[in-house]
Nanobody, 127 residues
Framework: QLQLVESGGGLVQPGGSLRLSCAASGASIDYYHLGWFRQAPGKEREGVSCSSSFGTSTNYVDSVKGRFTISRDNAKNTVYLQMDSLKPEDTAIYYC????????????????????WGQGTQVTVSS
C-alpha cells in the first residue's frame, strides 16, 4: 500500500524559496502519476503541479508556472516541489498525491483523480 509523507514547509518572506518533499513508501513511484495540491483557508483545494509516471512529462497551473518545479528521485522514492519567487497568495497547506497508471491514464490537476494522499505541510509566505 502506497503511503506519502510531506515535509519541508515553513515560514518564508515574499520572494523566498522552499523545497517540499514527499517521501513514498510501500510501493515504487515509477508507476504512479504524482500531483501537488494546496488549500488555503476558506478556499477549495487546487492542483498546482503534476508529474506523469516515470517523469515523462510535467504540468503546472498558470499561477505557478515558471516559479515551481516538480521532480522525482527514484533512488529515494521521493517527489519534490521546488518553489521559488514565493508570493503571499502561495500560502496554503500543500499536499502530495498519487494515482496508479492502471487507474488514471494521465496526471491531472483534479484532486478527485488521485487515490493516495499525504498529510500536508504548511507553507506561509509573509513579510
Amino acid at each position: 500500500q502506497l503511503q506519502l509523507v510531506e515535509s519541508g514547509g515553513g515560514l518564508v518572506q515574499p520572494g523566498g524559496s522552499l523545497r517540499l518533499s514527499c517521501a513514498a513508501s510501500g510501493a515504487s513511484i515509477d508507476y504512479y502519476h504524482l500531483g501537488w495540491f494546496r488549500q488555503a483557508p476558506g478556499k477549495e483545494r487546487e492542483g498546482v503541479s503534476c508529474s506523469s509516471s516515470f517523469g515523462t512529462s510535467t504540468n503546472y497551473v498558470d499561477s505557478v508556472k515558471g516559479r515551481f518545479t516538480i521532480s522525482r528521485d527514484n533512488a529515494k522514492n521521493t517527489v519534490y516541489l521546488q518553489m521559488d519567487s514565493l508570493k503571499p497568495e502561495d500560502t496554503a497547506i500543500y499536499y502530495c498525491a498519487a494515482v496508479h497508471i492502471t487507474v488514471q491514464t494521465i496526471c491531472t490537476h483534479d484532486s478527485l483523480d488521485y487515490h493516495h494522499w499525504g498529510q500536508g505541510t504548511q507553507v506561509t509566505v509573509s513579510s
